[in-house]
């Protein structure tokens, strides 16, 4: 780790301020974008519009036989915010790496955590205009009554939230450059999608489902669904399934504390390269 994360003490009020300017600025940047935008924000509703009405009025026995599009709209509720937090944040963290953004702002009076506040407050909110968005669609579209246990549906996002964000920085230190950022990101994220039940339920009682428990994305759809339907026996507080996902978000940034780099990954390979080289000459020289 090239750098302490936390380079500055809270200085109370006026740090408050400045996280709040740097989120407008944040904000900024992502709606001023509007092609960006409307792809980040909007494909959790295309693809809830897709499947709701191909497959949305079938029946599926892996969730009691009751209708796939309630399970559809609480899972592309924790897709948009998985989306957010972790892919779109992991690929834009190490294009600000790799172009040297970050390196010039640690020269910056900003404090080091309040760039990664407001990073992170910004990604949430971006996280929270898909959740009203597909909310909304899929009462008025598709008859799909508002969560059940909001308390509980709040808690599961903000975990998962929070979670997310942390598995994104931590992911961004494991990506080399920028041109692997959106490939290995996005890879990984869609197979984990697939394999935890996201676009057809799955029995939990399945390998699958096994093999995917391990993992904090299905969890995360777990707990939305159990907030959002009526179910007998279920009081829609998963706590097993928001503890997993909080030990992952402590194991993402650990490894975002431990790896994290103000400075290009290939630059820096660039430079040890040229020191290699260097000790090699020196070598020839003196021997």
Not at 149 to 157: E, P
């Amino acid at each position: 780790m090239s750098g302490t994360i936390l380079s500055a003490r809270f200085r109370g009020k006026a740090d408050l301020k400045l996280v709040g300017r740097q989120i407008y600025y944040e904000q900024l940047n992502f709606w001023l974008n509007p092609i960006g935008a409307i792809f980040t924000v909007g494909f959790s509703v295309v693809f809830l519009v897709l499947v709701g009405s191909s497959t949305g009025h079938q029946r599926s026995s892996a969730i009691g036989g009751g209708l796939i599009i309630k399970y559809y709209v609480p899972g592309f509720i924790a897709y948009g915010v998985m989306a957010a937090c972790f892919n779109t944040l992991a690929i834009n963290i190490v294009v600000r790496r790799e172009m040297g953004l970050l390196k010039r702002l640690r020269l910056s009076p900003l404090p080091t955590w309040a760039m990664l506040a407001a990073v992170s407050a910004s990604t949430m909110i971006i996280s929270a205009a898909q959740v009203i968005l597909v909310l909304l669609i899929g009462r008025l579209g598709y008859n799909v009554p508002f969560p059940h246990n909001v308390a509980a549906f709040v808690v599961a996002l903000v975990v998962g939230a929070v979670s997310f964000t942390c598995v994104g920085l931590g992911m961004s230190t494991l990506i080399p450059n920028q041109e692997a950022g959106a490939p290995i990101t996005s890879i990984v994220f869609f197979v984990l999608l697939f394999l935890s039940g996201l676009w057809f339920p799955i029995s939990a009682s399945s390998g699958l489902a096994k093999f995917s428990s391990y993992f904090p994305v299905r969890h995360l759809i777990l707990s939305v669904y159990d907030a959002s339907i009526v179910r007998k026996g279920v009081t829609g507080w998963s706590w097993h399934d928001i503890l997993v996902m909080a030990i992952w978000g402590v194991a993402g940034a650990f490894v975002a504390a431990r790896r994290w780099s103000w400075a290009p990954h290939q630059a820096k390979r660039g430079h040890s390269r040229g020191l290699s080289s260097f000790g090699m000459i020196g070598g020839r020289r003196t021997g």
